[in-house]
């Protein structure tokens, strides 16, 4: 893991940027650490950039507030990567479906099960890097893209509590997988989210096999994620992994 | 208004005992308030009592930790008012066919709607002679069972924000009644509570006409809801009342 950038922001949390390999991430880290930080891993695609501002907000408000070690990167064609000419060719596939009006389902199978495959592992690998710095001592949460968290969780055993956002298309064969999720979650619904199915998300945190499960809806688009869940999120992280 | 007992509990909290006219209540007071507390009226029946355990223990919390006012009363038949001989004669009903595994719904509606219309000018009342005390300032949020929560958001403006407990029999009047609900909801859900429809409450989640509403939904029973609820009801009532 090579630090490329390095930037003490005004809220004393600690920015760095770094490359794993041709993976490219951020890092926050908060500001005065007693002891080594616990960690949480943001996962997120659907074209979210490892910049975008939602997401910067969200983990510096928990590095800053929460004492959390906060970890994003850019998944294989997202953000600073490159696209593969298959990548291009199913998102102008999913385009032109999408202003036909056609359905997406087959389309986003093929969009989100390589990209789940190839960005699991490496998830995993930044999670290696991450737990040799001494300023993170684990436990280890994930907060983010559903599809991507319940592979995480079924193969990663060192994932011990995920906040899943429930708007975005989940594969069948992840959808099947969620009787595996075993860990604590929480499950964050946006009521309004013309673009994912709200009856598929209920039946989803139905299927989830974890004992602890709790699902927090709110009105609103699939954006419109009030910041008052920000908080919730960092308490129940904090119930969990401290 | 008249206190009847007074007691200095461990956590500082002070807890008075009170009957106003035939209305018997208790109500809680933080130990050290600056200013004059915000008010939490606790709406319960189906044989809840004003003294019971997890309502007392919610109550007291939420006044030791969060420095809120917060009162209870028994409704008409429940704790230590008398029952009439109409009530014994529905709750004799309703036993009746439970046993016998018939639908409850037409007897529920015989038990929950004279209740509904009898304990909320109770609830107004008291909520009159609570206000009028120095050392409570308004404003109001009421938590506790959906059915009097409807009926006491739609006539009484002083209500400002309410937690509903979505386990209990909604009558259809007031199912009909929650679009005309517009104050801030959370709206608690315990996903597997055997005697609670829950397709009936996510729809009446849906109903209720107002913007900011929050769906939490926890795994167990009727009566499991986890504590952790408890802490984040505080919450969404700071966000609101203070």
Sequence with gaps: MQFTSEQRLDDGVL??????????????TPGSAPAPAPLILVGHNGGLHKREARLVARSRHSAAEYGYAVAAIDAPGYGDRPLSAADKQVRADLRRAK?????????????????????????????????ALPEIGGPVGYSGMTAIGIQLAVVEPRISVAVFFAGGFVPGALRKAA???????????????????RKLALDLFEAFGAEEKTLHANLGGHTGTPWFEVEDGARFFDRHLK
Tied chains: 1, 2.
């Design 15 to 28: 920015e760095r940027e770094f490359t794993l390999g041709e993976i490219p991430g951020i890092l926050w």
């Design 99 to 131: 202003e036909a009006g056609e359905p997406l389902d087959e389309i986003l199978e093929t969009l989100i099960v390589p990209l789940v495959e190839k960005v699991v592992p490496e998830w995993q690998a930044t999670l290696d890097a991450l737990l």
């Design 179 to 197: 009787r595996q999720v075993t860990i604590p979650l929480l499950f964050l619904l946006q009521w309004d989210d013309q673009g994912n199915d």
